[in-house]
Structures are given as C-alpha cells and as structure tokens.
RNA sequence: GCGCCUGUAGCUCAGUUGGAUAGAGCGUUGGCCUCCGAAGCCAAAGGCCGCAGGUUCGACUCCUGCCAGGCGCACCA
C-alpha cells in the first residue's frame, strides 16, 4: 500500500501511496464516465433551496446574478451527490412596494390614456420598464385599473417578461415554483401562524401592535409582526412561509441572502425555534455585495434617475459563461469586485476560457488521434506507462467526489473552481511538456486514457457549474 | 453607539478543522510555436499576513483591544 515512507522536518514522517492506487483510480475514472463524481450520498433526502427572491419591482441587477449563480450551482452540486433537490424564488407581491409600484405605472398609463404630463414623483420605480408595462396594462385592461390591481399587474408583467427571461438566458434552471407572498395572506396562513405563536407565547402586545419575543432567540430586540394599522409586516409572511417549508421533510432548507440581510437571521431563525422546529436545519448563505466596475473606477448607478446598468445588460456585453465563473470566483462572503472590461478580456483576468481552453484542448487531441486513424473505442492503457505528471493528476481527480461534498458541506461552489483551475494548470503544464499521440503505439494509447479522464472531469464539472463545456474556441 | 463581512505581493484574491520554506492570477523582466491549438508553457523579481497584546511546543488561522473600508440596525420589503 505505501511505496515509501520518510520523516520530513521537526516532527513530520511523509507516506507514499503506492502508484498502483493511482493506476486503479484512473480505471475508475474511464469506467464511471459520465456517472463520474456522482454519489448516492443523499439518496432519499430532500432539500429545500430558495434563492434570488428579487421583489418583481423591476430588472435584476448584478447582485441578484451573484445570488443566481450560488443558487443555481448549489442546487446542482446537491443533485450531484444524490440529493433531490425543490429550487424556488419567493415573489413579495404583496405591501408598500407593490403599491407604489402600482402607482408609478399608473402615472404613466394616464399619460397614454387622456395625455397628462407624466412627473414620475421621487420614491416612484422609473426607467423604461415602467412604461413597457403600462403601455402593455393600457391596452390590455384600459385606463382604469386602481393602484392595486396596476401593482399586481406590473409584477405579473415583470415577473414574466423580465425577470425569468433574464434568468434563462443567464443559464439558472427553472425554478419548481415561483411562490406567491400575496397568497399566504389571501388563503389566511398568516393568521393561523401567528395563532400559534400565541398559544406557544411567544408574542405580546405593546403600543397596539403585536411583537413576537424574538429576544429570547438571541434577537437583540423583539420585532412587530402585526402593525397598529391590523396589517401584518413583512416577518409575519417570512414566519408563515418558513413554517410552510419547515413542515415538509426536507433534511436542509437554504436560503441566499444578500449579506445586507444579515441582521435579519437571528428572528428567523427564532421564529422557528418557538414554533418546536430545529433551527440548524435553516442554513442561510449570505452573499457579499458586488461593485460593478469598468476599466478599474467603480459604474455610478441611479435607481431614481432610471440609469443603471442590469443584470440582462452585464449578460449581452460579457456573455453568459464570463459573467457566471466570475460570480463563482470569490468565495460568497467576499466582497467582489466586477470589471466588465477584465470580465470581457480573454486573459487569464478572467480564468473561464482558461478552463474552457484546458477541455477543448482535450477534444482537439481526440480530433487530432482520429485524423491518425486511431479508434478511440479500441484503446488501453499500459498502467506501468503513466509518468510523473500523470499521477499526479490522476490524484488530484481521485478527490472530485470529495470536492463537491466540500461545496456543498460548506456551501460554497468557489472550491470547485479553485480545484478545476489548479486541475487545469497542470494540464496545460502537462500538455507543453509531453505530446500524447506518438509513434509510440501504447505510449499514445496510455495518455489517450488519461487525457479522456481529464475530459471527463471537466466536462462534468463545467456542468455543474453551468458553464458551456466549448469543443473548440 | 451596536451587529455582520473584509484587511495577506504593486493590483485582484486563495490559504481546508492551529502545523513543514505563506500560494495563485494579473502586472513587471527574460525565455518557448519546422512538433496534438501560444486563449498556452517555463523562469526571475516581489511579503513584519492592518496594528498591539494574549493562549500554545507551534498562530495568517484561536481570544482581547485598537485602526481602516463595506453593509446593516423600521410598525419598508
């Protein structure tokens, strides 16, 4: 088992694995094939992962990206290891922001309908998108829809038009369910929940409104969840919705939340404490702010003024691939800085064609072995033949499995792409040094397997992070 | 004021539960295509790991206090 052992420094004794459990990994390897890094891990488990969430008020932007990359490739990397996974985006189309939203566009639906001027007032949502939907409210229910039903019907609209359209071109797999704020209220599960807080007493009522007693969760205050005015606030439908998914069997709910939220975990988290549920099972992954940047100074951007750059405008100038894998190369709780101009470069600023490179180089040896009349069905390997390079890759692909357990332990995709960039150097290092189709019949033969093992991994992993897998570039 | 995140090479960032000489990319300097794709490879230079204490045989890593930047601290969502 141990090719050698040697102490090593103050303290240190080094074992050697023999190569023959290198040699049989690579058989592993060109066995699993497509099945490569699965695992049976979470058989029979489900998980829970709800991301983005981005109120239906307007486009994303950037940071909704950041979020939509985590999510999506988390939930991948669940599958991945056996785990059925329920992705959804939680729609907030219910209070204020609907209302205004609702106003903003009805602003400008009486300008197309009898010619006001349009004054979009300060606080209001501007920018083209408004008077997309407007226009598209006007002719569909006319001029004389209230606040309200123009608020629905604009989220609706933006939902729809916007939001998924973006998502889908960005490479985020459709979401099981888009669930709806408002209906919690409509189906009265809002009160029922709070019902129970008030059995289990965990509320009390002050100054006319109703507070549940997150203090004794670790809360540095308690926190109103029915208003003066009778109406609930925003926790109340989080305590009702987390309820709703708490019920279920699922082994982890996540949730990803802008680290701007941050102060809001704790009566999460404590709500479901004081309704009997283990909290632990709520993981919630924040994700650092992203400072969009071109050419090194930082992109000013405006809400008020309309003027600010989108998710889908990031999208159509550095393309879909470059805008993901940068999401992905900082760990989430770091800050990241977004140069659309680096992002744009086809340098190793912008390390996703350097892995892109690393698999269409693998394809282009294989095309190259077929123009030598060499049938890659009919190929072996001569174990005893794998050099120095070899093995030492062939390690670091042994570890895969282990990886994506990481990532997902940790929730944290940014291992994965640490590994599949050192995984790739090597290879590019490899493929400098040693040519693999030679006059040498079984020498080719040998590093044909191995460069297929190679292929395989980054195929796979290029999957699951969503990002195109290119033939040639 | 309180809470969360972050201070590591000129720049952007890694550093797995405390362990061997702190790593990578970009940038800088110098090399490599009669040979499967140079979007690549090789080499060099570059560091008091924000500052000061403490715990430990041993600290970039853990604890305390400062300093700097970001983000939160609603009967908004």
Not at 146 to 167: C, M, P, V, Y
Request: charged share 30%; aromatic share 10%.
């Amino acid at each position: 088992m141990f090719e050698d052992v040697k102490t090593a420094g103050p303290g240190f004794i080094n074992f050697y694995l023999d190569k023959k459990i290198w040699q049989k990994e690579l058989e592993r390897i060109l066995r699993d094939k497509k099945n490569v890094g699965r695992s049976l891990l979470g058989k029979n488990k489900k998980i829970h992962m709800e991301f983005i969430s981005a109120n239906p008020t307007g486009p994303l932007h950037v940071g909704h990206g950041r979020g939509a990359v985590l999510g999506d490739v988390l939930a991948n990397l669940y599958e991945k290891l056996g785990y059925t996974v329920w992705r959804e985006y939680y729609v907030n189309d219910y209070g204020n922001q609907v209302q205004t939203l609702g106003e903003s566009v009805k602003a400008y639906v009486d300008h197309l309908a009898d010619n006001r001027p349009y004054t979009p007032e300060e606080g209001w949502y501007q920018g083209d998108y408004i008077k997309d939907v407007a226009l598209r409210l006007f002719k569909e229910k006319g001029p004389d829809l209230d606040r309200t039903a123009s608020g629905q019907f604009a989220a609706q609209w933006i939902l729809k038009n916007s939001i998924e359209k973006d998502l889908a071109s960005f490479g985020v797999k459709p979401f099981d369910r888009y669930f709806s704020e408002k209906s919690m209220h409509e189906n009265n599960d809002i009160q029922t929940t709070i019902e129970e807080l008030k059995k289990k007493k965990c509320v009390k009522e002050e100054d006319g409104a109703l507070w549940f007693l997150s203090r004794k969760y670790g809360d540095e205050k308690d926190r109103v969840i029915i208003r003066k005015n009778g109406l609930p606030t925003y926790l109340a439908s989080d305590i009702t919705y987390h309820q709703k998914k708490f019920e279920q069997d699922y082994q982890e709910v996540v949730n990803i939340w802008g680290a701007d939220h941050h102060g809001y975990i704790q009566r999460v988290k404590g709500s479901m404490e004081a309704l009997g549920f283990d909290s632990d099972r709520l993981k919630i992954v924040l994700v650092q702010m992203v400072n969009l940047k071109r050419g090194g100074v930082s992109v000013k951007m405006s809400k008020r003024s309309g003027e600010y750059i989108t998710l889908k405008d990031v999208i159509d100038e550095v393309g879909a691939d470059a805008a993901r894998f940068t999401f992905l190369t900082r760990r989430s709780e770091s800050h990241l800085d977004f140069d659309l101009d680096l992002v744009k470069s086809k340098s190793m600023d912008n390390p996703v064609f350097y892995l892109q490179y690393a698999y269409a180089r693998t394809c282009n040896i294989f095309e190259y072995a077929k123009k030598e009349k060499i049938d890659l069905n009919k190929i072996h390997p001569d174990l005893d033949l794998l050099n120095k390079e070899e093995l030492s890759m062939i390690k670091v692909m042994s570890g895969y499995e282990e990886i994506l357990l990481q990532c997902v332990v940790q929730h944290e995709p940014y291992y994965l792409v640490d590994y599949l960039l050192g995984l790739a150097k090597e290879f590019h290092s490899y493929y400098n040094k040693h040519r693999v189709i030679t006059q040498n019949r079984s020498e080719t033969e040998t590093r044909l397997c191995f460069v297929n093992a190679i292929h395989l991994v980054l195929e796979d992993a290029l999957n699951v992070l969503g990002v195109q897998a290119p033939r040639r570039m």
